[in-house]
Each structure stands twice: as C-alpha cells, then as structure tokens.
C-alpha cells in the first residue's frame, strides 16, 4: 500500500537497508541503502519499499524545534 503524509515537523530519513521508493512532495525518487533525505514542515513524504524479495530498514529523526 501507498500513503502520504503533510510533515508537521521537519523529518530527516535515512535508510539503513535495501531500496525505497520515497514520495518528495509530488515527485518520486529512488532511494539507497546510505541514501538519506529531508521533508520540510508541510510539505508531502511517502516512502515504501521498492523491493517484492528484500525487506527495508530505515529510520526518521524526527526535528522538533
């Protein structure tokens, strides 16, 4: 499934693990293992995994100002 989300708060995301399909405010983008990316405060993110056989690992900071 697909979902996207309006940032509240500024997020970083990093994946630590395989690829991901990463929704960058209307456009997408693949992402690494390494890769990294920022959403700014309402702006609109979406990410899932771009692989049927391997599984993502990522993680988000979460920026609270």
Known sequence: DWSSDVCSSDLI?????GNAEY????????LHE?????????????IRNASDTEN??????ILLY
């Open 13 to 17: 995301i990093c994946i630590a693990k």
């Open 56 to 61: 993502l690992e990522a993680f988000a900071v």
């Open 34 to 46: 390494g890769d990294s990316c920022v959403c700014l405060g309402g702006q609109i993110h979406g």
């Open 23 to 30: 929704n960058d405010n209307g456009t997408m983008v693949t």
